[in-house]
């Protein structure tokens, strides 16, 4: 790809480029497990139709974080190298479903302020100091819920007046390293995005619409 | 939906609010028809790898326009306004397969001057007028192909060295009302985002993604 493209986005915001460092940067660790909320789909829906009649509309906001992992789709052994390509870190709940990392917004906190502090529960040591760890960019993408049992739409569905949850889904760039530190209860995977692309019936709507949501940034893939 | 939501974007662009306008502010007439280059999708391929030897990595622009549209999923008569919803402008070819207006660009031609010029051929009265007519916004999204027959992904799919073709999506703001002068070969139609999610057998990968890349928007309708 010639590097000339990279500059050439035209009207837009200007940082579209997003530094991705590899895997092999980062390091993992463990701490308690934090209770699930909900053990089955009936106790979340419920969940949902209480905080609605107690607080109105459901805002949550999620994080998308990027690696660079190596995709092997053929263990040619040779030419690995060639296949690196950006993953997505991925939360998984008791082998099953995935989710990204954060959470429901407190009455009254910003979007930014409740990722970070969301962040910090499920990715850090110590989550009440959440100041300057998170580097939350723009927001990529909205996926609303018209009524408490139906599918996101990446729009209000027609003859929505009281949608029920709200998600925004941001970009959040992160340092050259870093250790992450994951509830017990969670495993933490990278997922490369032409896994994720279009595969919802793994990774839910959401999770499989964001290799769209990340398509109009040049990833700079730093090595050293 | 409260208000208050409209500001609370995070660290982004700030300009995430898109004014839409509904469809009886366009007036549309045509024009003669642009001779289409391809009559099958193999002469298109043959095209694509003449281009790529001749000048490389073909680059696509397209704009995508909105306006705001009476959405009737089912006709109940009563209750139409409630279905407004924001619909795409998307041409018709042969009343078969659909495309965004927009197109190739001239060798060394910057995105914006290219898509101008794209829409204006497809869009306008007189072609060569295209200074103030288009506010042509951010790039939205970016698709690639990694070699002439295969599908467009919404990432550079792993160990594609030279890629064959990439798309890039603006998103065009129009304005308050004007007029569309369409080639009389193509047909524009306005088709609601909720028809075109998630639905590539009938629109193709790039557009039942752009209810997708439009997600992060909030759309301020404009009535009067």
Redesign the interface.
């Known amino acids: ?2 590097d000339g ?1 990279h500059n ?6 200007g940082h ?1 480029v997003v530094d991705i460092y590899p895997l092999s940067r980062y390091y993992f660790s463990s701490k308690d497990a934090i209770p699930e909320k909900d053990d089955s789909l009936a106790d979340r829906i419920q969940r949902l139709k209480a905080s609605y009649a107690a607080h ?2 459901r ?1 949550c906001v999620e994080g998308v974080l990027l690696v660079l992992g190596v ?1 092997l ?1 053929f263990l040619w052994g040779l ?1 690995v190298e ?5 993953h997505v870190l991925l939360l998984q709940v008791k082998n099953s479903f995935f989710k990204l990392p954060g959470g429901r917004l407190r009455p009254g906190e ?3 302020e409740g ?1 970070k502090r969301k962040l910090s529960r499920k990715l850090s040591l110590d989550e009440s100091c959440v100041n300057d760890e998170w580097q ?8 609303w819920r018209s009524e408490f049992e139906t599918l996101p ?7 929505t ?1 009281r ?1 029920k949850e ?1 998600a ?1 889904l ?1 970009l959040v760039r992160l340092p050259r390293n870093r250790q992450f530190v994951v509830p017990k209860n969670l495993k933490l995977l990278a997922v ?3 896994q994720i ?2 595969n919802s019936k793994t990774y839910g ?1 959401i999770i499989s ?1 964001i ?6 940034f040049y990833f700079n893939t730093i090595h050293d």
């Open positions: 790809m010639e493209e050439d986005n035209g009207g837009g915001s579209n109105g509309l805002t995709h789709p030419m060639l296949f690196q390509h950006p910003s979007d930014i990722l939350v960019d723009e927001c990529i993408g909205i996926w739409f990446p729009y209000l569905p027609p003859n007046h949608p709200c925004k941001f490369p995005l032409c692309h279009d709507p619409g290799p769209h949501l990340l398509s109009k």
